[in-house]
């Protein structure tokens, strides 16, 4: 079953990238025929050598012989929507920003995962040289980059909260602690990568190396495991969340953001001076600020196509009635617009309309 899973990783993808013999990873063309790509997949397993096709930046693609063989798979795929997230948990071995025990801090992953339903679509392993571990989550099907986004970091987000309670309510060491004896950040290179980091989009995407590479077997790495026991495993199935689990994730993730941007806010609302020089200002609130419902949906990204625009607008005008600064206006306005995918540059439109229409009818100075 792990062809059938390293196929489904790939799936959709025109590139994956490979070490080459100069020892830099690097991008190759990955096969249209069925068979072709089968190949590259069993050299992958097998850690045998591999023709590829290698696609260097501004030249012509030429042929390459690599032993032994490793595919790195990217995130999104050709097509702009994403298969898999996936974390990378880079122990001691990859420098001091490394983290203490990846496998502490994969178990409250896998924990989140569990409490979400989403732990059938888990899979782990360990890293090249066995001591961090890359774990992935196969998605029900192409999903845009910004939901893969949302979802990714949602789910570290919530490892991290587990973490910490952890250490409130046992008083042991926290599972994202480094080697250098901080904590490390979500996203933060060399301890907790995230694929996808964000909805801006490298060339070819992100990448990360597959699982079961045989060329890291006799160092103990590649080797798909248990993410609780940590002791290799068989896969029975291709991993996969359910589309109705998934959905319910995603949906919970965008309205907690909603959540968090909204209580931010007002927070900083609260603090900002009563006066301040040569910055616009708007009506005095003696109470935090009160959101309509639908500048809610639209901060959710729940918004349709059609109605995007005009509710980038809605949105606008009514923080800016309730007191939120210009430029927290617009900060939160770009986020619900990222969220519903409209266009930087037009969310930024609907503000200034927003802030004009304001100013003509006297409700904003």
């Not at 782990?124 to 001591?131: K, N, Q, T």
Request: charged letters at 25%; glycine letters at 10%.
């Amino acid at each position: 079953m792990i062809r059938e899973t390293l196929t489904a990783l790939l799936n959709g993808s025109r590139y994956a990238s490979a070490v080459m013999p100069w020892g830099k990873p690097a991008p190759i063309i990955l096969p249209t025929e069925p068979g072709e790509l089968a190949r590259l997949v069993d050299a992958h397993i097998c850690g045998a050598p591999a023709d590829v096709t290698y696609a260097p930046r501004g030249r012509q693609p030429e042929p390459v012989r690599v032993d032994p063989f490793v595919l790195a798979g990217f995130c999104p795929a050709a097509d702009g929507c994403c298969r898999f997230v996936a974390i990378d948990l880079d122990a001691s071995d990859h420098g001091g920003g490394g983290l203490s025990d990846p496998a502490h801090a994969l178990r409250c992953i896998a924990e989140r995962a569990a409490a979400a339903g989403l732990l059938e679509a888990l899979l782990v392993a360990r890293s090249r040289r066995g001591a961090g571990r890359h774990c992935w989550l196969l998605l029900p099907e192409p999903t845009p980059l910004v939901d893969a986004v949302i979802g990714a970091a949602a789910l570290i987000a919530m490892a991290f909260r587990i973490a910490a309670q952890d250490v409130a309510e046992a008083d042991g060491a926290h599972a994202f602690r480094s080697a250098a004896g901080g904590i490390a950040e979500p996203g933060q290179p060399g301890a907790v990568e995230i694929i996808p980091r964000s909805s801006a989009r490298p060339a070819l995407g992100w990448s990360l190396t597959l699982p079961g590479a045989g060329a890291f077997a006799p160092r103990g790495g590649g080797i798909i495991i248990d993410p609780f026991s940590g002791e290799p495993t068989e896969l029975d199935r291709v991993p996969r969340c359910r589309p109705e689990r998934w959905a319910r994730f995603i949906e919970e993730a965008r309205e907690e953001l909603a959540r968090r941007d909204a209580r931010r806010h007002a927070q900083k609302s609260a603090t900002m001076p009563a006066i301040e020089r040569n910055a616009p200002r708007t009506p005095d609130r003696s109470a935090a600020p009160k959101l309509d419902a639908r500048t809610t949906e639209f901060l959710a990204g729940r918004v349709e196509q059609g109605r995007r625009n005009v509710a980038a607008f809605a949105a606008a005008c009514n923080l800016l009635g309730t007191g939120t600064h210009v430029d927290a206006t617009e900060r939160m306005v770009l986020q619900g617009a990222t969220l519903c995918a409209l266009p930087a540059h037009e969310a930024r439109a609907a503000v200034a309309s927003a802030v004009g229409c304001l100013r003509r009818r006297g409700k904003l100075t």
